[in-house]
């Protein structure tokens, strides 16, 4: 492309950044004060993204001028210096205003360090990026389990709260904190608050023999009903030429899942082991087709995915919020599972402000379709607050958007993160070979090494957990000597877009009420 044409086109973006900026301050007004520059960087990126910016790479990398690939942190200061670098390259005056409030690269850099800093810890080490681990049960009995962590690189101890109880979670802060005080050892605490289980019920079918069965046998092409219903569960019956007599039934924890399927949605089981699509939905039931199996058989309190429809469900539900004053008291950091939207956030933060819990830091777990295509509004109204933080839930989302899209979607929640100065946890299934066996895989490290893009990276827990979390500081800190974040190609993004849009009609609505 002719230089004269690549200025044209970039100097036609940088004025849409320019005339977006009564925008932008409108919908940033009500950030805190500490992500002021970082939410509006975040505005740009998404108006930059709304472009197709491929076709330039090239043409000013033969030029020597930036070419726009690693500005997600300092968007309008990139592409003001490349505008800039253009007309001086061909002797034409530059006389664009440069009264905008933005951020260089530099800038960008401490930004995004100072909020990693304030959400997880401060202390000068070797690699920035934190490794968090998820605490077993068994920790709450023995505590040179948290101690041998502690010794080879855990820096935060994950808390889920979906397993367990107060009695087992406070055995675990009670030994973190006394390692504390003994080791003078600067450990968080992140809790891990469970949301809705949306999962099939207790099954539990009697045999030929009498003996229970936790789970009911299925195929490809078999029609079971999805209910509302007490039911333990039952069986399909196949007559003899294999035509299906009569249908399957599973009953589901939460029954509001039935009220919100429609004709067609896709419903997965099992970490998608299981496919279905709603063929029909009548008073309590809704009934599935399988379209796929990878299991033969679907068993109690297997995990429903049902990534085209949306769900009516509170993010936080009253188990939730009646946890919420232990979280607060003795969590640094609480991780918001299921959460989907803006409201969702605002909707935490009021419960957070009843329990006075101000200098909490919270998590935002991206973990649905919903959730992925809303997080620039998610962290738009996390901002509101001081030390937020984006978990990338990489098994839950790679179910919900396929496996196929896992790589590139956990990509672009990076790139929007890196845009708005947020640390970022990468999480599911690190090392998790190396965990369980004591042996890596090969493809496992190099995912941990992508995760060194990452402000902090969770393992899970396993027998040989201390071995892996020695591996994975080993690999940061090797990796982070390479680089900082990485460079993309740039095409133009569907959540950019469309973000963009609601946010700039919801100012409109709500300056029309004003």
Known sequence: MKIQKLDEALSEILTTLEESESDIDLITSQVHKAYALSAKNLCRYLILRSFDLRKYHDSLSDLGVSSMRASEAYVYHNLYSVVRNLRLIQKIPFDKDEDLEVIGYKGSKKLIRKHANSLFNESSKKHFTEIMVTLPEEAAEDKSIIEDMVNNGMEIARINLSH????????????????????????????????????????????????????????????????????????????????????????????????????NDVVLFDDGMIKAVVIAKEGDDAELVITNCYKNKLSSRKGINLPNTKLNLPALTESDIETLPFICQHADIVGYSFVRTGQDVEFLYRHLDKNNAENLGVVFKIENKEAFENLPQILLSGMKRDKIGVMIARGDLAVEMGFERVSEVQNQILWICEAAHIPVIWATQVLENLAKTGIPTRAEISDAAQGAQAECVMLNKGPYITEAIRTLKDILTRMEAHSFKKKGALRALNVAKNSMAELREAVKLQSAKE
Do not use: C
């Open 164 to 263: 367990g109880n107060i009695d087992i979670w406070s055995k675990m802060v009670k030994y973190i904190d006394e390692i504390k005080r003994k080791d003078k050892q600067k450990i968080k605490i992140y809790m891990d608050l469970a949301g809705p289980k949306i999962r099939t019920s207790n099954i539990e079918i009697l045999g030929k023999k009498g003996k229970a069965k936790e789970g009911i046998t299925i195929k490809k092409g078999e029609h079971i009903i999805l209910t509302k219903r007490a039911t333990s569960g039952k069986e399909s019956k196949f007559g003899k030429n294999k035509e299906q007599l009569e249908k399957a039934e599973i009953g589901v924890m939460l029954h509001e899942i039935i009220d919100d399927m429609n004709i």
